[in-house]
């Protein structure tokens, strides 16, 4: 999965980054970070700063190793990190509290997730529920269920009788548990991991 783009005439290696020799190939949705100050004038002459880093919204530059190799590594680690702090960002998260929230509340939420034309659900080892679908995902502590005396299994059966309902197991999170680590452990975002991923 990528999540940046890296423009280089260095081979790098740096995974979930896709990388390019010319910026004319990028997929501009993603951040790109183009390596070399001499590279960067070629393509953006005077529109570029040597003290301003960022050209445009998702458009960053770098020193190469040959030109200030110490900038180049923080620049590195910032940018790769930026992008995996605003990984899901366009995600909305509503978590559903069956003890504090109020019964309109939960019946407006159960109505949207019931609505969805298609999820992906995740279950979790800490008993929590993730139901990811048009870009929210709908958060479920499966043991505070349980607590009031509705059972997990009918809660999953539910799930896995939605329209078009994907429910994620160990088998195929294990394929990108690296990549969640990377994101803090945010597991909420598993689902959406196995869609953009092609994990399915």
């Not at 990811?132 to 299994?153: C, D, R, W």
Request: proline share 2%.
């Amino acid at each position: 999965m990528n999540i940046g783009n890296i423009v280089s005439s260095s081979k790098i290696n740096e995974d979930n980054f896709k990388l390019f020799d010319e910026i004319e190939s990028v997929d501009n949705s993603l951040p790109t970070l183009i390596v070399g100050w001499n590279k960067t004038k070629e393509m953006f002459g005077d529109k570029v700063s040597i003290l301003n880093k960022q050209i445009s919204d998702n458009l960053y530059w770098t020193f190469s190793t040959t030109e200030r190799r110490v900038e180049y590594d923080d620049d590195i680690i910032t940018f790769k990190q930026e992008c995996y702090n605003n990984f899901g960002s366009e995600l909305s998260y509503v978590y559903i509290d069956p003890i504090h929230d109020k019964p309109k509340k939960i019946k407006k939420i159960l109505k949207k997730i019931y609505s969805l034309s298609e999820s992906i659900s995740y279950f979790t080892d800490k008993n929590m529920l993730y139901i990811l679908g048009e870009n929210i995902v709908f958060g479920v502590n499966l043991e505070v269920t349980e607590f009031i005396g509705i059972s997990t299994n009918s809660i999953i059966t539910r799930v896995v009788n939605l329209r078009n309902s994907v429910l994620i197991d160990n088998e195929i999170f294990n394929k990108c548990k690296e990549f969640i680590k990377k994101l803090d452990n945010e597991y909420k975002l598993v689902p959406y991991v196995v869609k953009y991923g092609k994990y399915y």
